[in-house]
């Protein structure tokens, strides 16, 4: 008893009733006798009746069945022979899957060249637009790089010019008594107004009328 | 929200990746696009790198794709293929549109190809699907289905040397 208790306890439980569970559904975890556990003794000696054979029922069936499975074999037979000759027939050759390749290839090229073939149009177009504007551009600069050398030739001879002129002012040792002379005998007057902008005013009646417009 | 950030996080969603129509032939090994910033004829290629790259290389893992910058005069996309052949694709003033509709066209598997391959790879997929091509033999290896009778025998109701048997009608 105890033995069975401990078999009981550790192995998942058996069905009860007919095998349906609370919520309907069937349970399928169940108990099955392992094979080391030794037979019942109730069912050591139990021989099992033979199933009841009809002898012509039997003969009938059995013939039936041989006609039945030969006819599924056959047809089973021809259908696989007939799915391996068209996988054989559609089978490519390796040159085939070669020259295949070959050819979509040679499409790949050609298509992309016309496509290149528009393009290249807008392109060259493009490409000829920007590079006169490129050259326009250049020829621009060199001249005005020109034109500014030449001002800076011009000033320069001019300032040469204006110099050589101012020379004839200078005061060398030569001059320098007669100069001296000169600054010490003239006289400068400084009593002069100025307009807004700076100019000096010569005459009294100019005063008087810069005098009238600042107070307009 | 930081949360998707960058512009156009879109690009990173699998939605859009998985949405990508290009996918290259087992031929083609490396893709390089030369484009420049500032040039209006280099536009159409830099918003095709911008829009279609994430979805070509998510497309095509195996791919390696280059882009270059500013270091040719106009823009174009080389392919680079296994058995060393390569091929030029001038891009100068075309838009996005126009460059993935011709490399789909010239180095793209065809859309029935790929059909195919998709219903191939569905039926791997289907959990509904069992046996040799599929990713279980029987539903008995499901947790929660019925257990393989060759390890736990089905009960009485469910065999089928039970239920056509004949019985005596139990009174």
Sequence with gaps: ?216 | MPFMKGRAPVRRTLEYLNKGKLVFRESVKVMTINFNTNQEASRGAHEFIFWHLPQIQFKNPNVQILSFRNMTPSPFIQLFFGDGKRLLVDVDSRSRYDILSHIRKIAGKPDDVLQAEELTQQEKLNPGNFGSKCNRWCICEVPGQIPCPSIAPLPKQMRGKYIFKKRPIED
């Design chain 1, 1 to 216: 008893m105890s033995f069975l208790s401990g078999l009981t306890s550790k192995a998942p439980k058996a069905f009860t009733g007919l095998g349906v569970g609370k919520t309907g559904l069937i349970q399928c975890v169940r108990w099955r006798k392992p094979r080391w556990l030794p037979k019942a003794p109730s069912k050591i000696f139990k021989v099992r009746k033979p199933t009841p054979i009809d002898p012509e029922e039997d003969a009938m069936l059995k013939k039936h069945f041989h006609h039945y499975r030969t006819v599924v074999r056959a047809i089973r037979s021809f259908l696989l022979k007939e799915d391996i000759a068209k996988m054989s027939k559609e089978a490519i050759t390796v040159e085939e899957k070669q020259q295949l390749a070959q050819q979509e290839w040679e499409w790949v090229i050609a298509e992309n060249y016309k496509w290149n073939k528009t393009i290249a149009v807008v392109r060259e177009a493009r490409q000829r637009i920007e590079e006169a504007q490129r050259k326009d551009l250049q020829e621009r600069i060199v001249k005005r790089d020109e034109e500014e050398r030449l001002k800076v030739l011009i000033e320069a001879e001019q300032e040469v010019l204006r110099e050589k002129e101012a020379a004839a002012t200078f005061i060398t040792p030569e001059n320098l008594d007669i100069e001296i002379e000169k600054v010490l005998n003239t006289r400068t007057d400084y009593e002069f107004a100025i307009t807004e902008n700076g100019f000096r005013v010569e005459t009294e009646t100019e005063l008087e009328k810069v005098s009238q417009n600042s107070k307009n």
